[in-house]
């Protein structure tokens, strides 16, 4: 099946019910034709910001936190999260399936390359989100925003010293952004909420049926 493509409009161009929908379509297909495994158009409504996932990042200590500015503490405080998503009223919901998980476990393979395999978990997801934020903003949407998994520091910048931090200039100044989850977003609610599964990733892996990468982008 053809999506009919969002068309190059000015920005605040009022668009109407159904070309909204038309263009949140077309996003949602160009999700999937970048690799998403899925993709569903939500009411940002269904968003959960939650202190206790902002806390996660720090009890226990993420070996992130604190390491790149996309990172509590660094990222904004959960009450102008809370207000400015509210602004929003749809948004695309994307998932990559992480497969072989084998690959991505921490200290599995033989090489250098193979062992640092597991920093790129999210970077399929990131890089889905970064282009749908940008077809979103070339679209008219000039508010889009995208957040993906993990630390940019992982899967930008596969573990080398934070630059920004380091000489205050990041290697990847548009695709690096905070993960949903340093934005306090309950992914797993989230994803629960449109029938999505996800399981621990811990111990017994060859038990667990699949891991995923989740993405988001709040469109208009
Ligand atoms: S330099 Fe790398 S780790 Fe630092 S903010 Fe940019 S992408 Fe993230």
């Known amino acids: 099946m053809t999506t009919e493509r969002a068309a190059i409009r000015p920005f605040l161009t009022k668009v109407s019910e159904g070309t909204l929908m038309v263009d949140l379509e077309s996003f949602r297909q160009k999700a999937l034709e970048l690799g998403a495994g899925t993709a569903e158009i939500i009411p940002a409504t269904q968003i959960t910001v939650d202190e206790r996932v902002r806390l996660k990042c720090i009890v226990p200590?993420?070996?992130?936190?604190?390491?790149?500015?996309?990172?509590?503490?660094?990222?904004?405080?959960?009450?102008?999260?809370?207000?400015?998503?509210?602004?929003?009223?749809?948004?695309?919901?994307?998932?990559?399936?992480?497969e072989p998980l084998e690959a991505y476990t921490p200290r599995s393979g033989k090489s250098k390359a193979e062992q640092r395999q597991t920093l790129l978990f999210h970077q399929k997801t990131g890089e889905i989100v970064y282009q749908i934020e940008r077809l979103a903003y070339k679209h008219g949407y000039h508010l889009a925003m995208g957040f993906g998994g993990g630390s940019c520091k992982d899967y930008l910048c596969h573990g080398l010293i934070c630059q920004f931090l380091d000489s205050g200039r990041c290697r990847f100044p548009h695709r690096a952004r905070p993960a949903m989850e340093a934005m306090g977003i309950d992914v797993f609610d989230l994803i629960g909420k449109v029938g999505w599964e996800a399981y621990p990733l811990l111990d017994e892996l060859s038990q667990v049926p699949c891991a995923i990468s989740v993405g988001l982008v709040l469109v208009y």
């Not at 993420?62 to 948004?91: H, M, Q, S």
């Open 61 to 98: 200590r993420c070996l992130r936190a604190g390491e790149t500015p996309n990172c509590p503490p660094y990222t904004p405080e959960l009450d102008v999260i809370r207000k400015a998503f509210a602004k929003f009223a749809w948004a695309i919901l994307l998932k990559t399936h992480v």
